[in-house]
């Protein structure tokens, strides 16, 4: 077995572990972790300590919720790179629309297929 799948397996349980104490032990609401997890993405993607992350651990770092955040962050600064500030605006939505029109895509007909449990 290649030590990618292991380095991918350990960094990417560690993510997970992280928001599970997040959870446990802060008694966060799933809705602050998802946002401390995309932030945290986000602020490593500035500092330019992303990308090494992503050539050690691979599919680790890169199927966690803090991939979005470091998505966001990368489009937006390649786009002000090229556009200036209007490219941040833009930039941050061109990597991710793809994830983002799924994700809406496919609440949208599970809204339509199940009944929401709950006083509703």
């Known amino acids: 077995m290649s030590t990618?799948?292991?380095t991918a397996f350990i960094?990417?349980?560690?993510?997970?572990?992280?928001?599970?104490?997040?959870?446990?032990?802060?008694?966060?609401?799933?809705?602050?972790?998802?946002?401390?997890l995309v932030v945290t993405g986000s602020i490593l993607d500035g500092f330019g300590l992303?990308?090494?992350?992503?050539?050690?651990?691979?599919?680790?770092?890169?199927?966690?919720?803090?991939?979005?955040?470091?998505?966001?962050?990368?489009g937006a600064l390649a786009e002000a790179e090229k556009h200036g500030f209007?490219?941040?605006l833009t930039g941050m939505f061109?990597?991710?629309?793809?994830g983002i029109s799924a994700a809406?895509?496919?609440g949208f007909i599970a809204s339509l297929l199940f009944k929401a449990k709950g006083n509703i």
Do not use: M, R, W
Not at 94 to 98: H, K, P
């Open 104 to 106: 809406i895509l496919f």
């Open 11 to 36: 960094v990417g349980g560690l993510i997970c572990v992280i928001g599970q104490l997040l959870f446990d032990v802060a008694k966060l609401t799933p809705a602050h972790t998802l946002c401390i």
């Open 50 to 74: 992303y990308e090494p992350l992503i050539d050690f651990a691979g599919a680790g770092v890169t199927i966690p919720i803090t991939s979005f955040g470091n998505a966001l962050t990368h």
């Open 86 to 88: 209007i490219g941040v």
């Open 4 to 6: 990618i799948y292991i």
């Open 94 to 98: 061109e990597v991710t629309s793809s």
